[in-house]
């Protein structure tokens, strides 16, 4: 099997801009990267470093996935750690990603999202839905990678966006 990364390459990273922001999927896939790291992503960093020190971390899979940590039990958990709520929806796709991608090689298992900076947690039991979805998903990520970069709309979110001068620089 090639493990290449190629901008056709689905990896969680990608389907998680698809539901923040296609340009930004769009770039991101494109290997254009900005050297300003944005705060939230340098404390998310920290707190991936910093927590959860009992449990191997970050496990990739086939090069294509990067699984925060696994625990076994009556049935393999996938554990994902976020910082905030605030992107829930983009990290609960990221995480049936996953799940969908182990799916499709024989191995059921549940998502969980941990909010350590929030002592939260959310199980994410996957439905066939939430399969056919992803399938959809992973039809359109292509299409959009493969066309001309989106327009970008500019939202709050975009101030602490490392692509922030790439869309907007010229705006003063
Ligand atoms: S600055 Fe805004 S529009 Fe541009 S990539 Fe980031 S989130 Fe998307």
């Not at 929030?118 to 493969?146: A, G, H, Q, T």
Request: aromatic content about 12%; glycine content about 4%.
């Amino acid at each position: 099997m090639d493990n290449r990364i190629t901008p056709m390459t689905i990896t969680g990273v990608k389907v998680n801009y698809y539901f923040i922001c296609k340009t930004k999927l769009w770039l991101f896939s494109h290997n254009i990267q900005m050297e300003r790291e944005s705060e939230d992503v340098s404390m998310g960093k920290l707190i991936h470093e910093s927590r959860y020190s009992r449990v191997k971390k970050d496990i990739i899979i086939d090069n294509v996935i990067s699984i925060d940590f696994l625990k076994k039990g009556d049935i393999l958990e996938v554990h994902d750690i976020k910082k905030s709520k605030k992107m829930e929806e983009a990290h609960r796709w990221q995480l049936l990603y996953y799940l969908y991608y182990l799916h499709e090689r024989g191995v059921e298992a549940v998502g969980v999202l941990n909010y350590p900076l929030l002592n939260k947690k959310e199980v994410i039991e996957p439905s066939e839905d939430d399969f056919k979805e992803m399938e959809r998903i992973m039809d359109e990520i292509p299409r959009i990678v493969y066309g001309n970069v989106p327009a970008p709309v500019k939202r709050r979110l975009c101030r602490k966006c490392s692509y922030y001068e790439f869309c907007f620089g010229d705006e003063g």
